[in-house]
């Protein structure tokens, strides 16, 4: 197997990766509206549908790479960098696993916004400190006009009764959005020298089986179903692993050969302005103008992404992962 190294900088193209990071951020705007379709016939709480995704999505990937003839090399990088590709599953896992947690306790609103806010926020904060520097202006506004329009998208036309345990919800989404953070900066160098397929079945694999135990656990602690006759819904839950997280993951890590970790967490935000778009089209919402000026302040933040000054220089780190030959 020959060696696969990092892309020259002078040859990235930045808006080519924010494109396929935005079209990961619009297929996972799809989970919510695919979750509560899949929720409503089925009885499977939130959580144990996220496993399911995940056995769905890890099951798709090793068919997939089994077909191509691709499964040792998988098994091979897997092995030349466990730390990392452990690491990124883990995280990936824990990120998503609280997410939907904070969603059923704090309310889908309120949990969306602190996980999902967080993140950037957590990876400006952390570029700064590797670069003892204080963040750009234009970096802080990106994030701040993001944020704020998450913000408006998410809590406008939010109801308080949505949200049972509210405090145990806002601390899942706290953990979740540092799942999220620590597992894109950590993804990174990983996705810069390895095949993005190759990285999404290592990971997904990895992050499967993380899930897929804790939500079987979770769903039997608490005495709820473990399975569904609506044929409906399994459908829905093979859609939420194959295009959602094996398809969506792929497209994420193939951006983030050219994009930073930050821009890539703002950029990802498309992903509750594509559930709003989503339920005002097809599932009779009404727009209003909180929400409206959200999804602007949103693509007009993303439209900002990957202008001025380029990224930090990433050869030592990538030097840290191993391609066998």
């Known amino acids: 197997m020959s060696p696969r190294r990092p892309i020259p900088l002078a040859t990235r193209r930045r808006p080519s990766g924010l494109l396929l990071i935005c079209l990961a951020g619009i297929a996972w705007g799809t989970i ?26 890890a099951l798709a990937l090793l068919v997939a790479a089994l077909v191509a003839g691709r499964l040792r090399e998988c098994w091979v990088l897997g092995r030349a960098n ?30 969306t916004v602190v996980a999902l806010g967080l993140a950037p926020v957590l990876l400006l ?20 006009v993001a944020l704020a329009g998450l913000c408006l998208v998410s809590l406008a036309g939010a109801e308080v009764s949505a949200a049972p345990h509210p405090v145990p919800g806002i601390l899942a989404a706290l953990v979740s959005g540092t799942g999220f953070a620590l597992a894109a900066d950590a993804a990174v160098p990983m996705a810069r020298v390895l095949d993005p397929f190759a990285l999404t079945v290592i990971t997904m694999v990895l992050a499967a089986a993380c899930l897929v135990p804790a939500g079987l656990v979770l769903a039997w602690v ?17 859609y939420l692993g194959v295009v959602t997280m094996a398809l969506a993951y792929g497209l994420f890590y193939a951006g983030l050969r050219t994009t930073s970790s ?16 989503i339920a005002v089209l097809f599932l009779g919402d009404e727009p209003t103008v909180a929400s409206t000026m959200g999804f602007l302040m949103i693509i007009a933040a993303i439209a900002t992404l990957g202008r001025g000054p380029g990224t930090a220089r990433a050869r030592g780190r990538d030097a840290e992962i191993k391609v066998p030959d």
Do not use: C, M
């Open 82 to 111: 466990p730390g990392r590709a452990v690491a990124v599953g883990s995280l990936t896992a824990v990120f998503q696993f609280f997410f939907f947690l904070a969603v059923v306790w704090a309310g889908v609103s309120v949990g």
């Open 262 to 277: 930050a821009n890539a967490v703002v950029a990802t935000l498309l992903e509750p302005a594509t559930a709003v778009l």
């Open 222 to 238: 608490n005495a709820e179903p473990l399975g569904t006759t609506d044929a409906g819904s399994w459908w829905l839950v093979i």
């Open 32 to 57: 919510g509206p695919a979750v509560q379709l899949a929720h409503r016939p089925s009885g499977l709480s939130p959580s144990l549908l996220g496993s399911y995704r995940a056995a769905a999505a």
């Open 125 to 144: 904060v952390l570029k700064s400190v590797r670069s003892r520097a204080l963040p750009r202006p234009g970096a802080l506004a990106t994030v701040a």
